[in-house]
């Protein structure tokens, strides 16, 4: 089966600062992938490239059959193929948890209030937030509101999800209770993607880990190789982290 | 102070003239802000030549004195055959002038939105249109009441410059009152407290808004 996402020999700078430097990996349908390492290692900006934020210099990036770095790829195809969790969350201030939800159902899938108000209730569930759809996101802690924006990409049912350190502002109580939604997700056989810093969470959920150094996929495998590590790379970092 | 030859009138006169710098405020206001925002989009326009035609089109008309506008709407125009009943030529003269303002307050009001919002509604497949109009927008138009309720407090004042070209409002009616019976001092005063009295609840009622709105943001 060909896979859902497919990074080739992709090149990326920002002014004279080379961040990636031919990155490859490939993610099949299902999976979910953990991608580790330092700040500054390409990271989040190859997940960036995958839902185009940025526009690589060099190399292919194909997502569910699009290539990516096609200059006129369709990006409202992509983006219906891909959902993407941000660190900062993100949610409309202006509008209610359940009205975050319906908006792209609306506008976007042209669905009638009724049935994306039916989408968003369930997806609200799904994260155990089903109590806060007409809240605001300003009244909602930030594990909440990180769990609403989950929801939120989860209603558009994309082939894919990325997210990216979407725990990193959070204490562990709340890191908590993301994860485990996350953890719901994997285990209902969605495809994920995801940039972090928890590494227990990593090893123990992730099918597959990819450990960026320095703008290349340094060290691939699954969770147990962060046990043994091949590289002297990661065997230093995982020590640092510590 | 004698009320000398002022009689009630006189003051009637004043007090319906109001409603002609009202009419005119209103004309100024909802002629300019249909300008003004087509200028706030161009402004942040992908295109180039957009952008670049409403920076030149501001810069230009902030630059000019509203009481040219009026002069050549009204006189210059005239020349050329075309000649404009007073109200028509202040309204046209004032939006021109009222939407270079507006475009580049609501200009600032649109960037000042944060660059995530933007991001999110894009991986959510919304266009730039649809971002703008369900998400930034909405957010935007708090932040941008005070300084347009503001404006509006300046729009009404300015109306006072279309007395030139003979539109017969508040403060054309001081002036014909003032031609008859002289006494500067009483009716030019009355007109002053006239216009206060319009725009003094405005005024206070953004500076309300701005201090709301900085408790929201603290």
């Known amino acids: ?242 | 102070m004698s009320l000398g030859h002022f009689t009630f009138t006189h003051l009637m006169y004043l007090v319906q003239s109001i409603g002609w710098t009202l009419l005119l405020s209103a004309l100024a206001f909802v002629l300019g802000a249909i300008g003004g925002f087509g200028l706030m989009l161009a402004r942040i326009s992908p295109r180039a030549w957009l952008r670049w035609f409403a920076v030149v089109y501001i810069e230009c008309i902030q630059g000019i004195p509203l009481l040219i506008l009026l002069f050549i709407v009204y006189f210059g125009l005239s020349v050329y055959g075309l000649s404009l009943p007073s109200l028509v030529a202040a309204g046209i003269a004032m939006m021109i002038y009222v939407s270079a303002y507006l475009g580049d307050i609501w200009r600032g009001c649109i960037e000042a939105m944060p660059k995530p919002q933007w991001e999110a509604s894009e991986c959510l497949a919304f266009s730039r249109w649809q971002t703008l109009r369900l998400v930034i927008i909405p957010q935007a138009v708090r932040l941008s009441l005070p300084p347009t309720v503001g404006f509006l407090v300046q729009i009404i004042k300015m109306t006072s410059l279309a007395s030139v070209i003979g539109f017969v409002e508040l403060t054309r009616a001081g002036q014909i009152i003032n031609n008859t019976i002289f006494q500067p001092f009483l009716v030019f005063f009355l007109v002053g407290a006239f216009y206060f009295a319009l725009c003094y609840p405005l005024s206070r009622w953004s500076e309300a808004m701005e201090k709301k709105l900085n408790v929201a943001n603290r």
């Open chain 1, 1 to 242: 089966m060909s896979p859902i996402v497919k990074l080739d020999h992709v090149y990326k700078s920002f002014g004279s600062n080379q961040v990636l430097k031919g990155v490859s990996f490939e993610v099949a349908k299902g999976e979910m992938i953990a991608i580790i390492g330092a700040s500054g290692s390409g990271k989040s900006t190859a997940l960036r490239c995958i839902d185009r934020l940025e526009v690589i210099d060099k190399g292919t990036i194909e997502v569910c059959g699009i290539r990516v770095d096609s200059p006129n790829v369709d990006l409202k195809q992509l983006r219906l193929e891909v959902g993407i969790v941000f660190q900062s969350y993100n949610l409309f201030p202006h509008l209610t948890v359940q009205e975050n939800i319906m908006l792209a159902l609306r506008h976007v899938k042209k669905q009638s209030r009724g049935e994306a108000a039916d989408v968003a209730i369930r997806v609200l569930d799904q994260v155990g937030l089903k109590a806060k759809a007409d809240a605001y996101p300003e009244q909602l802690s930030g594990g909440q509101q990180q769990r609403v924006a989950i929801a939120r990409s989860l209603a558009m049912s994309p082939k894919v999800m990325l997210f990216d350190e979407v725990t990193s502002a959070l204490d562990p109580q709340l890191t908590g209770e993301v994860l485990r939604v996350m953890e719901d997700l994997a285990a209902g056989g969605m495809t994920m993607l995801l940039v972090t810093h928890e590494m227990a969470f990593a090893k123990r959920v992730a099918d597959r880990i990819i450990y960026m150094h320095q703008g290349t996929v340094w060290e691939t495998g699954p969770g147990e190789m962060l046990d043994a590590p091949k590289t002297p790379e990661l065997h230093a970092f995982l020590n640092n982290g510590l």
